[in-house]
């Protein structure tokens, strides 16, 4: 059904990857080689015309499962946030899908085989792996620090950790990245680029592409976004911010305790959250700067999430989740006991009534005047997810999974996950913990 299937993203958003592949959007799983920097060659591929010409036909592509996935638990998946962009409500999807300003590339590329007569509007761009931190829940293709722990973790368990190919960062080619700007500058209505890490403010090439972003002279119409962890405060950002026509700001983090330490190791929560703190406070003072929470919940995390959730109520501050962790699979939410799940549907059923909060239809989720209904949306999609979802067929051997991933991290650490969550011991435990 076009209704449950369809995307609008191929008509105007693609992504390059941290070793200089393409892929057709910041959520799929499907790089395809292309000329180095040609992203308009890679934007009418044959993979995107057939990518476009299966969601016309309301075909599921297997490489947007994720969003499928999302939408099974009734959450707001990405898919739903590009539909949004395109003024499409899944409520009214004939007629606003009709008056939607996409609407004639969506005919264009019907009768042409899939072909795009938009060129790309929003980019995703990685940067590498450059990074500070080695996050439990991260992929060493996006952290140098996590790349060094798998070495040593592939020995331990090399059914878990498997050895990975190593790759070089398409930036660390000075002539690539000078020619990817150049091209940039030829794409009239281009408006948002979004940086990924590594960490991106720990990475010289975020600031080397965007000083040439300026240079170039397209500061003033694109809008500049990318996500730290929050070890890093520049000051450099404060110049950016007065530079280009947005800046959105994205920190990653998973608890407002010292379970995000463990988490998303090394870092400290004691330096993290003052660094958030002058974010934000820059923040009321920059109209064009936009800061928000990028979380990633999963079964350690979610413990403490209504700590969280009251952290972001009291700072108006939104968290924007881009999916449900699903991979590694045993870091999954599914994983929790029926117990401790419990506990937790009560703990942020508690901050649902104490802050009174009810749902919103909300379209632009970076208007500063919708920070509470968005953050509203935020906290009952979760509970919702709480409370519908159904436990994986194989959560027992997962759980045991679980045991063996987290015990090989603390051989190396030299931490232990009951020093942040005691709760989880007689659950850990009872999987050989």
Not at 269 to 275: A, D, E, M, T, V
Not at 300 to 306: K, P
Not at 373 to 393: G, R, S
Request: aromatic content about 12%.
């Amino acid at each position: 059904m076009l209704r449950d299937n369809f995307c609008s993203s191929p008509w105007f958003h693609t992504r390059l990857t941290y070793s200089g592949l393409y892929e057709s959007c910041r959520w799929a799983k499907n790089p395809v080689r292309v000329a180095a920097g040609s992203i308009l060659e890679f934007y009418n591929s044959t993979q995107m015309q057939s990518l476009r010409e299966q969601l016309l036909r309301g075909e599921k592509p297997a490489h947007c499962d994720s969003c499928y996935y999302e939408e099974s638990f009734g959450k707001l998946s990405a898919r739903q946030r590009q539909l949004n962009k395109s003024a499409i409500n899944l409520e009214e999807f004939e007629l606003t899908t009709r008056s939607s300003p996409h609407y004639k590339h969506f005919e264009y590329s019907l009768a042409n085989h899939g072909l795009a007569d938009l060129a790309p509007v929003d980019l995703q761009i990685d940067l590498g792996n450059t990074c500070n931190s080695a996050c439990i829940m991260c992929h060493p293709v996006a952290s140098s620090r996590l790349e060094a722990d798998y070495q040593k973790l592939n020995q331990i368990n090399p059914d878990l950790f498997k050895k990975l190919e190593p790759y070089i960062p398409w930036t660390k080619d000075p002539e690539r990245v000078e020619q990817f700007v150049t091209e940039l500058a030829s794409i009239p209505n281009l408006r948002y680029i979004h940086f990924l890490g590594g960490e991106t403010l720990y990475d010289p090439a975020f600031y080397t592409i965007c000083n040439k972003l300026i240079k170039h002279g397209l500061a003033d119409r694109i809008i500049i976004g990318t996500t730290t962890n929050g070890t890093v405060y520049n000051n450099q950002i404060e110049e950016y911010i007065q530079c280009f026509k947005q800046f959105h700001l994205g920190i990653s983090i998973e608890s407002v305790t010292k379970l995000n330490n463990y988490i998303r190791w090394p870092g400290e929560i004691g330096s993290i959250l003052p660094n958030i703190n002058r974010f934000l406070k820059l923040r009321d003072s920059n109209p064009g700067f936009y800061v928000s929470l990028r979380i990633t919940p999963n079964v350690l995390s979610a413990y403490e999430i209504d700590k969280l959730f009251v952290y972001m109520i009291e700072n108006k501050v939104i968290a924007e989740s881009c999916n449900i962790l699903h991979d590694p699979a045993c870091l999954r939410i599914e994983l929790l006991p029926e117990d401790i799940r419990q506990e937790i549907k009560i703990k942020i059923k508690n901050v649902i009534d104490y802050y009174g909060l009810t749902k919103q239809h909300v379209v632009n989720v970076r208007r500063d005047d919708l920070v509470e209904q968005v953050t509203a949306n935020v906290i009952l999609d979760y509970y919702k997810f709480m409370c519908d979802y159904t436990q994986p067929a194989n959560s027992d051997q997962s759980r045991f999974d679980l045991v063996k991933f987290l015990k090989a991290f603390e051989s190396i650490r030299q931490n232990s996950i009951l020093d942040h969550v005691p709760r989880y011991k007689e659950f850990l435990q009872s999987f050989g913990y």
